[in-house]
Each structure stands twice: as C-alpha cells, then as structure tokens.
C-alpha cells in the first residue's frame, strides 16, 4: 500500500520504520535524516495541507497517517475527507480535546471524566483576585496550543500574578493565552496511556512513562519529552480496566453526543493520584518520545487497526506486543528546550545502527554529503530492548556511549523511576 506519513520528528521515524516493515511503499513530509532509510522524503511542510491533498492524489496515496497535532489543527482530516482520501486521525472538532484545554476540561466536568478542579477565566483582573485566595501550588495553563510550554506550576502568589500578567497582558502566547485556566495542583506519577479509536471502540496500547524535564531528576525545564519507556508497571490490570470505564469510555461517548466520532489515537496524559487516575491532558495523535518506546515493542501489523479505526471495525482487532520492556532516549542539541545549536556532524550512528536490540530514530537529522547533521532540538531516538527495564537500559545506554555530536545532551536517569519501583 502507498502510505503518506505526515511530520518530521522521531515519532514519525518510527511509524515509517514500522509500516515499511510490513511492506508498504512509505513518503514522508516532511521527514528527516532517518526517514529517508524506509520512507521517500517529500518537500511539503505538514501544515501545508493544500499541498499535501495534491500530493496524496497526484500519487495516488492509499492511505495518510498524521503525526503531530499542528495539521490535525488546522483540518487536514476534514479536508481529505472531503476529497475521498483516507487519513489516519481525528477531525478538527475531535482535535478540539488537544487544541483547548479550556474546551478539554468543560467536556471532562460535564462527562464525570476524573481531572484537577479548575476555574476559566478571560479577565486578567477576575483571575488576579481568584488566584489570591487559592492554595499554593496551583497551575495556570493557557486555553490553546503553545508546544507544551503554556503550563505553569506557581508556588506562591508572585509567580502566579506574573504568569497571569505574562499570558494576558503581555500576551507570550497571543491569542492562545488570552483564556486562561487556574487549576489545582495534583500529586503523583505521571502516565501515557494511549488507544486507538475508531469513533465508538478503542483498543489502548501498553503504558509508556515520558520524561519531560530537561536535566535528570526532572528537574530544569520542561521539553517535548527527553525519553520514554513502555510498559508502566503501576498500570496494573485493575487500574487499567478503571481508566478504561472511567476516561476512555465517558470520552467516546461524550463526543459522541456532541455528534463526535474521533478517530485515530486518543492520549491521555494521567496522573496517578491518592484519588485514582486523572487527566492532566489529552492529545490527538501518538505522543513523541513515548511512540519511539511503544511502537517496536508491537509485533502485529500497524498499519490494520488504524485502517480499521477509519472503517470503524476496530472492535475485532487484536494487537500482539512484545512481552520485553523497550525504553528510549532523546539525545538533543546544546540549548535545547530554548534556543539551541544546529548544523553539527553526528558521529558513531554507524556503530549502533544494526545492533541487536537497538533501534536508532532520528527527529532533528538531515543528510548531507553522505554524512547526517543535527537540524532540531531533539537529535535522535535510541531505543532498546530488554528483558527487564534495567537491561533495556543497560542496552540504551552503552549504545548511545558510541554517539556524539557536539553539544550533545541527554538524561541518564531514563526508566530509572520504574527500575526504584521494581527493586521496592
Ligand atoms: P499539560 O500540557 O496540561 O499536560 O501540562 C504539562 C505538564 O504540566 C504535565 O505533564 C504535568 O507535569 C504538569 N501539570 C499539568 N497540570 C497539572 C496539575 N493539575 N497538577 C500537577 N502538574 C500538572
Ligand atoms: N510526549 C508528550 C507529547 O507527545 O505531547
């Protein structure tokens, strides 16, 4: 089948690897310095949906899978629809779950769907007097897409009246930050969890942990995510089976009665707390780096249930998943979750690549001259297997020992979480 791949990070490299493994003639737009190995790179940006719609039909595409949530956004489900073509992903009124958490968290009230109790305000004054009066910590976060950085955890008033000032007066986020939310602060440990849907049955996909701080510990700024392993072992069967009943499916049917059939994949960002599970956040679309730790543990096809999810069969769909643990490390750019360096010759991929039980995804990568520089924030993917957690890290960690560029960071503290609770 001709597949179109939509994005250019590790995600995407990842989905390209894992559908050209099951013998499909793979693009990519826009791709990468790693795509390249399974999938056509295409020089169309993936917002540019008028491009892409003529792309998918000048070439006769069968299918189009989205990576991130910018096009999702701006309607590119919608619009392929429309032309007759078919695409992987939930419409831009199913995309509303990601594209304003002021939408989110009204729809999670209103369905009994578990989350943090919040306020939603569109005057700075209304939301300066509220805050006085709130427990400390509480968390602002602005309505729309701000590339995960409109959240703000504030332990005391002053920081809570700077964000206020910085999101509406100043406007850091423009028209994304004019509506604001003030939530309280939840405790616990933080899960992806992850189906697909098909508009009226979901089929979740094993737990994954992100990473999203910068430096170890968690600790610095928070990024797109430094790593991810899968599975979680707090999500234990009786856990699962409640976020099942109690998000997942209050979810479906909640759009469902705004006349909503979201199809594609529905992430949760939880937080395990004293109270059960709740939700931080959803997304639209697999998340980048937990699709790195995810995607190679799935050992049936992946190109079924998302055709599946689009006919709306998905309820006679079983996925096969490797028993072993996975778990992957972003290697990023010096600077990086703020202004970072490029242009940087990566050495020693060739020593890894082919190692039994390393897979290496690249996100910011481009080739040239035969050879592969750095172009992104986030670099590369490197991804192992292992029996347990602590040899799936074992494995990553001494692969990544033989890759460099210069600037090159990374955490060393990736699965380590998991490995603290494993040995009690
Ligand atoms: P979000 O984009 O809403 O998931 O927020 C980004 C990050 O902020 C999350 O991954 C959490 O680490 C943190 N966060 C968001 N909301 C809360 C909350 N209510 N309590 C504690 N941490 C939160
Ligand atoms: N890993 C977080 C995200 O994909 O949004």
């Given at each position: 089948m001709k597949i179109l791949v939509v994005g250019s990070g590790g995600r995407e490299d990842a989905?390209?690897?894992?559908?050209?493994?099951?013998?499909?003639?793979?693009?990519?737009?826009?791709?990468?310095?790693g795509t390249e190995r399974w999938a056509e790179n295409v020089?169309?940006?993936?917002?540019?949906?008028?491009?892409?719609?003529?792309?998918?039909?000048?070439?006769?595409?069968?299918?189009?899978?989205?990576?991130?949530e910018a096009p999702l956004s701006e309607g590119i489900v919608n619009c392929f629809e429309e032309k007759g073509f078919r695409i992987f992903g939930p419409s831009k009124e199913a995309a509303e779950l990601e594209i304003s958490k002021v939408f989110a968290k009204e729809f999670m009230r209103k369905n009994g769907i578990p989350t943090a109790c919040f306020e939603v305000f569109n005057s700075e004054e209304k939301a300066l007097k509220y805050v006085l009066n709130k427990k400390f910590p509480n968390v602002i976060k602005a309505d729309g897409?701000?590339?995960?950085?409109?959240?703000?955890?504030?332990?005391?008033?002053?920081?809570?009246?700077?964000?206020?000032?910085?999101?509406?007066?100043?406007?850091?986020?423009?028209?994304?930050?004019?509506?604001?939310?003030?939530?309280?602060?939840?405790?616990?440990?933080?899960?992806?969890?992850?189906?697909?849907v098909?508009?009226?049955?979901?089929?979740?996909?094993?737990?994954?942990?992100?990473?999203?701080?910068?430096?170890?510990?968690?600790?610095?700024?928070?990024?797109?995510?430094?790593?991810?392993?899968?599975?979680?072992?707090?999500?234990?069967?009786e856990l699962s089976k409640r976020i099942k009943k109690e998000i997942f499916e209050r979810t479906i049917t909640g759009l469902l009665n705004l006349g909503i059939k979201f199809k594609g994949v529905l992430y949760l960002g939880?937080?395990?707390?004293?109270?059960?599970?709740?939700?931080?956040?959803?997304?639209?679309?697999?998340?980048?780096?937990?699709?790195?730790?995810?995607?190679?543990?799935?050992k049936s096809s992946l190109l079924e249930p998302m055709m599946?999810?689009?006919?709306?069969?998905?309820?006679?769909?079983?996925?096969?998943?490797d028993k072993r643990s996975a778990l992957s490390v972003v290697l990023a750019s010096a600077g990086y979750p703020e202004k970072y360096e490029v242009e940087k010759e990566i050495f020693g991929l060739n020593q890894?690549?082919?190692?039994?039980?390393?897979?290496?995804?690249?996100?910011?990568?481009?080739?040239?001259?035969?050879?592969?520089?750095?172009?992104?924030?986030?670099?590369?993917?490197?991804?192992?297997?292992g029996n347990d957690i602590i040899s799936a890290k074992n494995t990553v960690y001494s692969a990544i020992s033989n890759v460099?560029?210069?600037?090159?960071?990374?955490?060393?503290?990736?699965?380590?979480?998991?490995?603290?609770?494993?040995n009690g």
């Open positions: 989905l390209c690897w894992k559908l050209k493994k099951e013998k499909n003639k793979i693009y990519c737009a826009s791709g990468n310095g020089d169309i940006n993936p917002i540019d949906i008028r491009s892409l719609a003529d792309f998918a039909k000048k070439e006769r595409i069968e299918l189009t899978v989205v990576g991130p897409l701000c590339g995960g950085k409109g959240v703000f955890i504030c332990k005391d008033v002053e920081i809570a009246k700077k964000t206020i000032y910085s999101f509406m007066t100043d406007k850091v986020f423009g028209k994304q930050g004019e509506r604001i939310i003030i939530e309280d602060c939840l405790f616990g440990e933080e899960v992806s969890y992850l189906a697909f098909d508009g009226e049955n979901f089929l979740p996909l094993p737990s994954s942990q992100d990473h999203k701080a910068i430096f170890d510990q968690d600790k610095g700024p928070n990024t797109g995510g430094m790593g991810a392993y899968s599975p979680v072992s707090l999500i234990t069967e939880l937080m395990l707390t004293q109270d059960g599970p709740m939700v931080l956040e959803f997304n639209v679309r697999f998340g980048d780096p937990e699709t790195q730790a995810i995607i190679p543990r799935l599946k999810a689009i006919d709306g069969r998905l309820s006679n769909v079983r996925l096969e998943w890894i690549e082919g190692l039994e039980n390393i897979l290496v995804f690249h996100s910011g990568t481009e080739r040239k001259a035969g050879k592969v520089w750095t172009k992104g924030g986030r670099v590369l993917s490197i991804t192992g297997y460099q560029f210069e600037g090159m960071q990374f955490r060393k503290d990736i699965g380590e979480k998991e490995i603290r609770r494993n």
